[in-house]
């Protein structure tokens, strides 16, 4: 099973920038998706940004539109999120998670936690002032 570990979690204020990676074990050139998600206290997980491997296809969620960026690099079996312009509502636990296989039109911000297989064990965003 494929093993993510994610770091660059933090502190920031408001507007500040953060760039949070996950390290992929195992990182496959066939078909992937790669999906960054985050949850606060007392809400349920959602997606953030999707990655699909082998197209470097990308989607984000609304909340995140034109703030942050996923992107891969593959020699190094690597995934970030460059997060910038950062609210204190994106403050939650950032988890990255793959699922391999499937199409690249079955990842995407509609992605579910549920239809992913492999998780990391999260890093922390906190923005205040």
């Known amino acids: 099973q494929v093993q993510l570990v994610e770091s660059g979690g933090g502190s920031v204020q408001p507007g500040g920038s953060l760039r949070l990676s996950c390290a992929v074990s195992?990182?496959?050139?066939?078909?992937?998706?790669l999906g960054w998600f985050r949850q606060a206290p007392g809400r349920e997980r959602e997606v953030v940004a999707t990655?699909?491997?082998?197209?470097?296809?990308?989607d984000y969620a609304d909340s995140v539109k034109g703030r942050f960026t996923i992107s891969q690099d593959r020699a190094k079996n690597t995934v970030y999120l460059q997060m910038n312009s950062l609210k204190p509502e994106d403050t939650a636990m950032y988890y990255c998670?793959?699922?391999?296989?499937?199409?690249?039109?079955?990842?995407?911000?509609?992605?579910?936690?549920?239809?992913?297989?492999?998780w990391g064990q999260g890093t922390r965003v906190t923005v205040s002032s």
């Open positions: 998670a793959d699922r391999p296989g499937g199409s690249w039109d079955l990842c995407g911000s509609f992605v579910r936690p549920e239809w992913m297989v492999s």
């Open positions: 195992e990182y496959e050139l066939a078909s992937n998706c």
């Open positions: 990655i699909y491997t082998s197209r470097d296809t990308v």
